[in-house]
């Protein structure tokens, strides 16, 4: 079993985190006069810097205990953390796998990390043979697997997950952003059997919040201290926790917001294959579908014209667009104007 503490970047074991004011003080509180907040206003405190009642709500729908649970100003701060507790600046490296969501290399760019791009294979899954050799770098900390993967919207298989889980000695991060609309279980469930397991989640696309920057992560308690020590103090504020709060709250409208997206990916998935514009509609597991287009540049331009915005992956997925389920009337009109294209 890896030994998370001895993958940590020695300033980081060494380092003594910043002491807010509400570090101090444990009990019921009624008077403030520790932070030189100002006494007026209603967001005149600063917020629980660990979002203690949040994690609470989260460990109860979720199933995993608080102690498990870091969470972050989006899964981009998240990701920047794995980077900045585990990796060597201009030494270390990081692993993922392409086509794959691209803050994983802009955040390895940031902190001077080389990261190692393995295709996936045809249908867009890992490949275990073309990945193991690498395991074998003692350079190698990190390894970031999206599932289900934008842009490609599949989940990845388990077992092939588990396969590298198993034999890595560094951390492995799996993003799931998605898997409220897959039907694969959460990599949730094997946290006790892999200590070096990280599960990223987000309350950006289920949850409806987008806005409010609230990222997820499930990982073993001491994993959870290294990251409590290096994150700013405050990094998610009492407006957001609070709307985090309410969405939990409201976990029957979710459930049906999230099948009506299924739905309509569902249907939206149908007539796309009926076009003659479209070469490929990749089977989602996400609320997204990505499509192979005869000429992806011409027709996200016409969309464009039409006030339509979906996203050119052209560079990423050669003639690929990646298409958000909307409204189902967002869906027609999307509908609408791809039968007119002709190409």
Same mark, same amino acid.
């Given at each position: ?191 006790? #059997?892999? $200590? *070096?397991?990280? %599960? ?7 949850? @409806? ?6 990222? =997820? ?93 979906? #996203?050119? $992956? *052209?560079?990423? %997925? ?7 389920? @909307? ?6 009109? =999307? ?9």
């Amino acid at each position: 079993m890896t030994d998370t503490d001895k993958l940590l970047r020695e300033n980081i074991r060494s380092l003594v985190p910043y002491s807010c004011a509400r570090d101090e003080f444990r009990g019921k509180d009624e008077i403030f006069m520790d932070a030189n907040e100002n006494p007026y206003g209603t967001l005149n405190r600063y917020p629980d810097p660990y979002q203690l009642e949040l994690k609470s709500s989260i460990s109860r729908i979720r199933g995993v205990p608080e102690e498990n649970i870091f969470l972050g100003n989006g899964s981009d701060e998240i990701i920047d953390l794995c980077f900045r507790i585990f990796c060597n600046p201009g030494f270390d490296k990081a692993l993922t796998f392409s086509p794959t969501y691209g803050m994983y290399e802009v955040s390895a760019a940031i902190n001077n990390v080389e990261l190692v791009k393995v295709p996936l294979s045809g249908d867009f899954q890992i490949e275990t043979k073309n990945v193991l050799p690498f395991l074998k770098d003692p350079r190698l900390k990190l390894i970031f697997i999206c599932s289900p993967n934008n842009p490609t919207g599949n989940s990845m298989d388990s077992s092939a997950i588990e396969s590298v889980i198993s034999v890595f000695n560094g951390i492995v991060i799996i993003d799931e952003a998605y898997i409220d609309f897959s039907e694969q279980p959460s990599f949730i469930t094997k946290l006790n #059997r892999y $200590r *070096n397991l990280i %599960v990223m989640q987000t309350f950006s696309k289920a949850m @409806g919040l987008a806005a409010a920057r609230v990222g =997820l992560a499930f990982m073993a308690p001491p994993m959870v201290r290294y990251f409590n020590k290096v994150k700013p103090p405050y990094n998610i504020s009492a407006i957001n926790q609070k709307a985090a709060l309410k969405s939990l709250a409201r976990s029957e409208l979710l459930k049906n917001r999230v099948r009506r997206i299924k739905n309509e990916r569902e249907r939206l998935t149908g007539c796309l294959r009926k076009m003659n514009i479209i070469e490929r509609v990749f089977k989602s597991d996400s609320n997204f579908i990505l499509v192979k287009t005869k000429n992806a540049d011409l027709i996200y331009s016409i969309l464009v014209d039409n006030k339509i915005i979906v #996203r050119n $992956r *052209n560079k990423v %997925v050669p003639g690929c667009l990646r298409i958000t389920v @909307g409204t189902i009337s967002e869906n027609n009109k =999307l509908i609408k104007i791809l039968r007119k294209i002709k190409i």
